[in-house]
C-alpha cells in the first residue's frame, strides 16, 4: 500500500430557481438556487470524486448515480461521509484538502469558515488539515456570465 495518495475532483452546477446555494455543506443565500439531482453542492461533489479518485474507485456518478431515486434531493454531507468510509475502508485517512470555488456570486469568503468547519467534521479531520478559497472567472465563460457555479477539489490520503 502507497504511503500517500493524491486525488482531484471537479463540479459543476447551473443555476436554476431557488433562494439559495448549499457550499461545502452550508446554505449560502442567493438569488438563485442550481439544477441537480441531489442537493447541487458543487464543493461536496468535487470534494468526494477528489477522494474516489484518490482511491482509484471512479467518480461520484458512480457511486450516487443520478438514476437512482435515493439520491434525489440528497444532502451531500451524507455523500461526503460515504466517501471517507471508503477511505478509511482502504486503510486510510485524509491528510487534507484544499478547494477553490469559481464564480462572480454568491460570494464564498463571508462563508468559507463555516465550509471547513462542516467539511472537517465530515472528514473526521482538523479543521487546519482544510483550505476552501474562491476566486472568479474575470466574467469570463459560463460562471463569469452568472450562468453557474464551478468547484475544484484536491485531497492528499495518508496510510492509516
Known amino acids: ?3 500517500i495518495r493524491i486525488g482531484q475532483g471537479y463540479d ?6 431557488g433562494d ?12 438563485q438556487g442550481v439544477v441537480a439531482h441531489s442537493d447541487g453542492d458543487v464543493v461536496l461533489h ?8 484518490a482511491l482509484a474507485l471512479g467518480d461520484i456518478g458512480v457511486h450516487f448515480p443520478p438514476s437512482d431515486a ?6 451531500s454531507r451524507v455523500l461526503l461521509r460515504h466517501c471517507r468510509a471508503l477511505v478509511a475502508e482502504r486503510g486510510y485517512a485524509v491528510g487534507n484538502c484544499d ?3 469559481v464564480c462572480e456570486r454568491p460570494k464564498v469568503g463571508p462563508h468559507a469558515e463555516a465550509m471547513r468547519a462542516c467539511i472537517a467534521e465530515d472528514l473526521g479531520v482538523a479543521v487546519d488539515a482544510v483550505s476552501v478559497k474562491a476566486t472568479t472567472s ?7 456570465r452568472g450562468e453557474g457555479i464551478a468547484a475544484m477539489a484536491v ?4 496510510a492509516a
Not at 439559495?20 to 438569488?31: A, S, T
Request: with cysteine; proline share 6%.
Open 155 to 158: 485531497a492528499l490520503l495518508v
Open 138 to 144: 474575470e466574467r469570463m465563460g459560463f460562471t463569469g
Open 46 to 53: 468535487a470534494l468526494c470524486d477528489a477522494l474516489l479518485g
Open 99 to 101: 478547494v477553490t470555488v
Open 12 to 17: 459543476v452546477h447551473a443555476f436554476g430557481e
Open 20 to 31: 439559495h446555494v448549499m457550499l461545502g455543506g452550508v446554505r449560502v443565500p442567493h438569488v
Open 70 to 75: 435515493r439520491w434525489k434531493g440528497a444532502d
Open 1 to 3: 500500500m502507497p504511503p
